[in-house]
């Protein structure tokens, strides 16, 4: 089973700002960068909320082209498409991620593995 992905070149900045202005999601995408490069089984993120909201919000990433999710089995691996957004928008994820950093408000995923800063 293949899901949907916008092309590089479909990634539109509105649309990454609205997705990432989501605690959530933004959560999910820094716990993401603090883990470049690995995918990562959906159900690391279930402490984020039930696995209908979880779907919700991993869709969301997708379409905008801010995660790729892969089917492998029954599982599907997330990791970040790192390298489609600093090619569209050079900086904007390194700084949105920094930002997020310090931010307490948001929800934490994995906190003791992330790496603040890193």
Known sequence: MTLPHPNADQITLP????????????????????????????????DLGSKTNLSYHLAKLREAGVTRTEAVGTNRMITLRRDDLDRRFPGLLDSVIAAAGDDKALPMVGAAEIEIGA
């Open 15 to 46: 649309i990454v700002l609205a997705v990432l202005g989501d605690p959530t999601r933004l959560a999910i995408v820094r716990f993401l960068a603090s883990k470049e490069g690995v995918p990562m089984n959906c159900s690391k993120f279930l």
